[in-house]
């Protein structure tokens, strides 16, 4: 699977939008953009994920460049229940075998009052 | 709420002691997962199973074993742990094991060896 870098942390107020970015420039065609985030004590928590259009649900949207070379995850009014640590994961698509999720250190997130 | 039940919770052991993580999940999937998160690392991925058949051992020693007698329970069993084995441990379940890109995790047991 290709690698992602993320920043180590991102701050945000509450109520405004944080976008977290995420490069994956060695991503290959078949390979899927995944979001996961972890509360502090929890297991991680799919959020999203999307192969080249963008795509939006009810807790993100995720906006991927034209060249696949990088990501975005936006959430569009950040809470204090939104600070984790996010993970950006890119893994190959359900075809192929073996596929698992390798999570990287993430980017935490800190929503501040 | 995931679906996925891990106990206990908190576990705390010495080296000598045998005890065992127990998951559950209650979402019908066919594939479960055991994770690994020491404080300040990755998740690191132990092992997989499909169908009740392990098709993935990380190379993780043979002090953790792993047993899945059905599709819907997992237990991790530890025996002469060492102190470096403190971590999170936490257990997944997917639809599909090629898949799996839509994990439930349960929310671990945090496990201490002293």
């Known amino acids: 699977d290709a690698k992602t870098t993320q920043p180590t942390s991102m701050d945000c107020a509450e109520g405004r939008a944080a976008n977290l970015p995420c490069n994956h420039s060695?991503?290959?065609?078949?390979?899927?953009v995944y979001w996961y985030r972890q509360i502090h004590s929890q297991g991680p928590q799919y959020i999203i994920h999307?192969?080249?259009n963008n795509e939006t649900n009810e807790m993100a949207s995720l906006i991927i460049t034209e060249d696949r070379k990088s990501s975005t995850l936006i959430l569009p009014h950040a809470t204090l229940r939104d600070t984790a640590v996010y993970y950006c994961?890119?893994?190959?698509?359900?075809?192929?075998?073996?596929?698992?999720?390798?999570f990287g250190r993430g980017t935490q997130l800190t929503v501040w009052p | 709420e995931t679906g996925v039940t891990q106990t206990p919770r908190h576990l705390v052991m010495g080296m000598t002691n045998k005890k065992s993580l127990k998951c559950e999940q209650h979402?019908?999937?066919?594939?479960m997962y055991w994770y690994k998160q020491s404080a300040k690392k990755p998740l690191e991925l132990m092992f997989v199973?499909?169908?009740?058949?392990?098709?993935e051992n990380n190379s993780v020693p043979s002090r953790f074993s792993p047993e899945c007698p059905n599709s819907s329970h997992l237990f991790l069993h530890l025996h002469t742990l060492q102190p470096e084995d403190s971590a999170l441990y936490l257990c997944?379940?997917?639809?599909?094991?090629?898949?799996?890109?839509?994990?439930?995790f349960g929310s671990g047991t945090q496990l201490s060896v002293l």
């Open positions: 999307g192969l080249k």
């Open positions: 979402l019908g999937h066919n594939a």
């Open positions: 994961i890119v893994r190959v698509d359900r075809g192929s075998t073996l596929g698992r999720l390798y």
């Open positions: 199973y499909s169908l009740e058949e392990r098709v």
């Open positions: 997944a379940s997917s639809q599909d094991s090629r898949g799996g890109e839509k994990l439930f």
């Open positions: 060695t991503i290959s065609g078949n390979e899927y």
